[in-house]
């Protein structure tokens, strides 16, 4: 008990709001997230965060930076772009695995954040360098961010069917060629499909240089 009670007095700041409002959402989802949960966590009232974040958003935006922070992207060097292209993708994969709740947040993420802005002008020096132009720096940005989160978002959603594996019953009216692959995709190996992908991207981006 004395180790709760020295927590909940510890002074609040705005790291441990956010790491305290990342944990909920990991536990149980964004919808989770609410000023008077984040105060119970914390154990203060709802009125002593407002002094850090005036709103909700605002420690969503905390979240973010928590866990972008997570994610390093080393400055331009002389190791092949393509080295660090798969690098950077992999780690921004296994963030998103990592907190899958908060992935619908980090896809929904504007480049006005300034955590996402930081993150993206670290890649776009890191493409830059390798001697992409500004445009195309721009386009491989977009192009690989949406691959990782889309295919973070395919293995969570489809989770479930490799847990249940032959067992995994499709709705009456699926599709036939969706009811023929699902011995393949409830044995999909998850590491395989995405390196396959970064491969298709990798590949495309060579061919265009």
Known sequence: MATLSTTSRAPLSRLRIARAALAIVDRDGLDALSMRRLGSALGVEA????????????????????????????????????????????????????????????????????AAARAAGAVMAQLRAAGFDAQSALKTLATITSYVIGIAQWEVGTAPLRAAGQSFELPPDADPYLVELLPQLAEDDCDETFEFGLDVIVRGLEARS
């Open 47 to 114: 009125m002593a965060i407002y002094r850090h974040f005036p709103n909700k958003a605002a420690v969503l935006a905390g979240v973010v930076e928590v866990l972008l922070a997570e994610l390093v992207i080393p400055p331009p060097s002389d190791v092949p772009w393509q080295a660090v292209f798969r690098e950077v993708s992999r780690a921004y994969r296994a963030l998103l695995l990592r907190h899958p709740h908060a992935i619908p947040l980090l896809a929904a993420l504007p480049l006005s954040d300034p």
